[in-house]
């Protein structure tokens, strides 16, 4: 069984979300960008283990704190996918031009693709490639408990921003329809800001990306 808890982290209330298995209570954080004590302790106080950290994609506040996280705890980096290198590469750069605290670029021990598989203690999650946001995102999904971690993709009512360095709107939007809501409508997503939402109830209501928004674009 999967367990998950949201941590917003840094300036930007960014969604760290630890997650673990409830039979071996090994775990990981997915996007820990920043406040590295902070993760920790919620680690400590919930008795999981972690096992590794799980990227999303590489700006500064779901990335920052992956490097010292990583070293401290000696556990391997998995995603994001390889376009997002010259992201990973920018990172002090990122962090100086929005005064963030320094961080440090990191070399992910498995870069993640469409298809892929990350487990987590004994659960497994699908990975979807979905650029847009940026060309090397990705997401995670646990189709036994229909969840999914979306970084950046889709947030309750609205969608990744596609104006930085390498984002494209049409490919966002894509990912969406293509990669998000074939996985059902029932399925619950963390955003990587604000509040949780289900793909059925985004399909409804979102006024970027839902049903009838998409219709009155054609």
Same mark, same amino acid.
């Given at each position: ?58 700006? #500064? /506040?779901?990335?920052?704190? +992956? ?5 401290? &705890?000696? $556990?391997?980096?998995?995603?994001? =996918? ?29 870069? #993640? /693709?469409?298809?892929?598989? +990350? ?5 497994? &999650?699908? $990975?979807?490639?979905?650029?847009? =946001? ?85």
């Amino acid at each position: 069984m999967l367990k998950a808890t949201v941590i917003p982290v840094t300036a930007f209330q960014q969604n760290c979300s630890l997650i673990w298995c409830e039979d071996t209570m090994k775990g990981a954080f997915v996007d820990p960008g920043g406040e590295a004590e902070k993760l920790l302790q919620a680690a400590s106080d919930n008795g999981v283990t972690i096992e590794k950290i799980l990227v999303t994609h590489a700006h #500064l /506040d779901h990335a920052g704190a +992956v490097a010292d996280l990583a070293e401290k &705890l000696n $556990v391997p980096i998995e995603g994001p =996918h390889r376009e997002d290198q010259f992201l990973i590469d920018s990172l002090p750069q990122q962090c100086e031009m929005y005064g963030f605290p320094p961080s440090r670029s990191f070399e992910p021990t498995r870069w #993640l /693709d469409g298809g892929d598989e +990350v487990t987590v203690g004994e659960v497994t &999650l699908q $990975v979807r490639h979905c650029p847009g =946001h940026t060309p090397g995102h990705v997401i995670f999904y646990s189709k036994d408990q229909s969840v999914a971690f979306v970084g950046d993709v889709l947030f309750r009512g609205s969608i990744g921003r596609t104006d930085f360095p390498r984002g494209d709107h049409a490919t966002l939007i894509k990912s969406i329809t293509e990669r998000l809501w074939p996985l059902g409508n029932e399925t619950v997503f963390v955003p990587g800001h604000g509040e949780l939402s289900t793909f059925g109830d985004e399909r409804h209501h979102n006024p970027f990306v839902g049903d009838k928004a998409l219709a009155g674009a054609d």
